[in-house]
């Protein structure tokens, strides 16, 4: 029922920037922490940021000052803006929202941030 697509990952340069949306569909959603995470080729899965339904928000500390998460409740999607991107930055990002007591996941959109 509760679908989340991800869109606006791609190629950059170092130094670049990137703005992912994801937004969660089905009926009479009523959505919580919305969040992304990230996980490369042979990594631990890592989350990213945070954000609260009232707008809070908290981050990994290595994308403190160069990331910003974001949501639009009325649109039911969550983004992340990404600045100062870094190689180490490249991996797979996915969103995630909370729904009727369970954490939902989304496809994933890729990010690479070459050098």
């Known amino acids: 029922q509760v679908q989340l697509v991800e869109s606006g990952g791609g190629l950059v340069q170092a130094g670049g920037s990137l703005r992912l949306s994801c937004t969660a569909s089905?009926?009479?959603?009523?959505?919580?922490?919305m969040g992304w995470y990230r996980q490369d080729p042979g990594m631990q899965r890592e989350l990213v940021a945070l954000i609260t339904r009232e707008g809070i928000s908290n981050y990994e500390d290595s994308v403190k000052g160069r990331f910003t998460i974001s949501r639009d409740n009325a649109k039911n999607t969550v983004y992340l803006q990404m600045n100062s991107l870094k190689p180490e930055d490249t991996a797979v990002y996915r969103c995630t929202a909370g729904i009727g007591g369970m954490d939902h996941w989304g496809q994933g959109t890729q990010v690479t941030v070459s050098e």
């Open positions: 089905g009926s009479g959603l009523s959505i919580n922490t």
